[in-house]
């Protein structure tokens, strides 16, 4: 099995803003600007709370930001949707598959590219980072993560909803964008191929989770659900990447394996077409966010959190200087799902996140 290096951590949001590579626009800083940036909790909404602050300092322009959880995404879109009147600007981290629901309403602006790098731009349209009305924020691998007590090491996607094989309690997602990921490890633990999860035998899949019954515990946060196998009230659970490495950074009990078919969950930036401080205030916030003060703060500045109660003061490794543009898997604009699997005949199994988004 391939392991991961906790050096390889990269903040997604930081990494989308420094492959638009560009600085300010031109002209007066005028005080009534504002932008409201909605963005995710945990590891990176802290960094994205860094760069709200230093976005700010860099243009004069205030920047705000509103924290929405994982399952929050989907229902706050869709009632901008319906309703066409949103609390923010920006939306970074918005789920693909709320993205593929809510696209049909015309909610999302056209992205205004005409500051990127023409270098930067066109590797990233090479890459399907970007499309008309969005940029890939981030893509996260859904990690097994197990306690560094287990005399067996979990293998396969298979060992983990093996109770008999390695006792104990299980930890999954109780919502949001770890749904369809809880439900594509139970189909490949089921014996569907890695890459051939879609569509879902929903019989079987749904006939493995009941099999976990009362070994089952739910979490609403990837540190969470660290916590509960650190505490030992799980002996192993999935978690998006950066709460994953940080916590093995951190020096937390915990072992990290990519099982063949580990997952990619994508995530993308966007501007609202009904911006409440307009759309140019969204499209200046993506393009502002790059400058070169901005940047140089994200890269220096360790993420640091307090959801670990061992270790309160653990601190994410920092995230590299260098800017390449890859993608995990294909995941078109249309797709109905937010995860890709990783394909071990592609060598992808050991790349905890994308090391650029």
Request: charged share 20%; net charge positive.
């Amino acid at each position: 099995m391939k392991t991961l290096s906790v050096m390889g951590l990269r903040t997604g949001f930081a990494g989308l803003l420094t492959m638009l590579g560009v600085g300010l626009l031109p002209g007066p800083v005028r005080a009534e600007d504002k932008v409201v940036v909605a963005h995710a909790a945990g590891i990176n909404g802290q960094a994205v709370d860094k760069l709200l602050k230093d976005f700010t300092a860099e243009t004069g322009m205030a920047a705000e930001g509103i924290t929405f959880s994982d399952t929050d995404y989907g229902a706050k879109l869709q009632l901008v949707a319906r309703a066409g009147n949103p609390a923010f600007d920006v939306a970074l981290g918005l789920p693909l598959d709320v993205y593929a629901l809510t696209r049909s309403t015309a909610i999302y602006a056209p992205l205004d590219t005409s500051a990127w790098q023409p270098a930067t731009l066109a590797a990233m349209r090479e890459a399907h980072l970007i499309a008309s009305d969005y940029a890939v924020s981030q893509d996260t691998a859904a990690l097994l993560v197990y306690s560094a007590k287990l005399s067996i090491a979990p293998q396969t996607w298979g060992d983990f909803f093996d109770t008999d094989k390695i006792p104990g309690n299980r930890g999954m997602a109780s919502g949001g964008l770890g749904v369809p990921i809880n439900l594509d490890y139970a189909m490949i633990a089921s014996g569907g191929a890695p890459d051939k999860v879609n569509p879902l035998d929903y019989d079987a899949v749904f006939k493995l989770l009941g099999k976990l019954g009362p070994k089952l515990v739910l979490w609403d946060n990837a540190p969470k659900g660290i916590q509960d196998v650190v505490n030992g009230d799980t002996v192993m659970t999935w978690s998006y990447a950066p709460a994953a490495l940080s916590a093995l950074a951190a020096g937390q009990q915990i072992k990290i394996a990519t099982p063949p078919g580990t997952i990619v969950a994508r995530q993308i930036a966007v501007v609202l077409s009904k911006a409440p401080d307009s759309t140019k205030a969204g499209q200046r916030f993506l393009t502002g966010g790059t400058s070169p003060t901005c940047r140089s703060n994200m890269h220096n500045t360790p993420t640091t959190a307090s959801s670990f109660r061992p270790r309160p003061s653990w601190r994410s490794s920092r995230p590299s200087s260098r800017a390449t543009c890859r993608s995990p898997g294909r995941t078109p604009a249309t797709s109905r799902r937010s995860t890709t699997a990783i394909s071990a005949k592609r060598g992808r199994a050991d790349r905890a996140t994308s090391p650029t988004l």
